[in-house]
């Protein structure tokens, strides 16, 4: 199993099993994604339980993995504040008092 299915298996265990959610109480376990631990977590802490739970996971894959979610992120928010201005930018030419303004991308 690749490092990264790894933490998914053991997110998806740990909100199933009522034993590894009183281990992970002090590591919001309720904030976590499907592939992710929040920035915030005790790191080690979670790798001891994963391993003691039969998953081999180490402080890299935690890592890796609130990386890829923080990248993933950025781009969602790149993407939206993109579209979010072009479409401002089409209101303005929209309702600009001088019609002939044909600048897309323009600032009126």
Partial sequence: MKQLEQIEAFI???KQDPELQAKLSSC???????KHTPLDIDHKKVI????GAG???????L?????????KFWM???????VGR????????????KPD???YYGYY
């Fill in 76 to 82: 969602f928010e790149m993407e939206n504040s993109f």
């Fill in 12 to 14: 998806a265990k740990a």
């Fill in 48 to 51: 001891e339980i994963a391993r």
């Fill in 28 to 34: 919001a376990l309720e904030k976590w994604g499907d």
């Fill in 55 to 61: 998953f081999e996971i180490s402080l890299h894959d």
């Fill in 86 to 97: 072009r479409s401002l930018a089409r209101i303005q030419m929209s309702t600009s008092i």
């Fill in 63 to 71: 890592i890796r993995a609130q990386c890829d979610q923080l990248s």
């Fill in 101 to 103: 303004r044909n600048s």
